[in-house]
């Protein structure tokens, strides 16, 4: 009897977790997937930021922008033009002059065509000169459990 109770509370929040990640998962759509803020050598134009959709739908990320804080703090916008994200697909966005600083607190946010804040992620710190870049783990990142580790690049790949 006691055995059986416990059962169905675990069945129970087996469940919940069940139900939550689904709704989750059926709400993202386009996420922050990597941030590459201090690459090797000079950081002027090559600095990037992979956008992963990871809905259900595709989306265009028309008018969509990213924000950046040097020289100021700003938004920029990441595709001019019509750019659709199929489910699963991923894109690269790379800075043109506008940057990133390695040791600031600074949040990262991906704003769509209106302006509205989709995501806000961060804030990253990179030290290092290198191909070390802040990724979501697992790729596409867990809608329950968001986890960002500094690791080797995976640009325009799955994260690993
Ligand atoms: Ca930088
Ligand atoms: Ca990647």
């Known amino acids: 009897m006691r055995s059986a109770r416990r059962i169905s509370a675990s069945a129970l929040v087996v ?11 059926e709400t993202r759509t386009v996420v922050i997937n990597e941030v590459e803020l201090n690459p090797n050598g000079f950081d002027r134009d090559a600095e990037w930021v ?3 959709n990871v809905g259900t739908a595709s989306v265009d990320l028309a008018g969509w922008s990213l924000t950046y804080n040097y020289p100021e703090e700003g938004a920029v916008v990441i595709a001019p033009e019509s750019l659709v994200l199929r489910p699963g697909q991923r894109t690269v966005f790379v800075y043109s002059g506008l940057r990133l600083r390695n040791e600031e607190s600074f949040l990262l946010r991906l704003l769509d065509a209106a302006g509205a804040v989709l995501e806000e992620v961060g804030p990253f710190q990179d030290d290092y000169d290198d191909a070390m870049t802040w990724q979501r783990i697992p790729d596409g990142g867990d809608p329950l459990l968001p986890i ?6 995976t640009k325009n790949a799955p994260n690993r």
């Open 50 to 52: 992979e956008i992963l």
């Open 148 to 153: 960002w580790l500094l690791r080797t690049g």
């Open 15 to 25: 469940c919940l977790a069940m139900g939550l990640a689904g709704w989750a998962a």
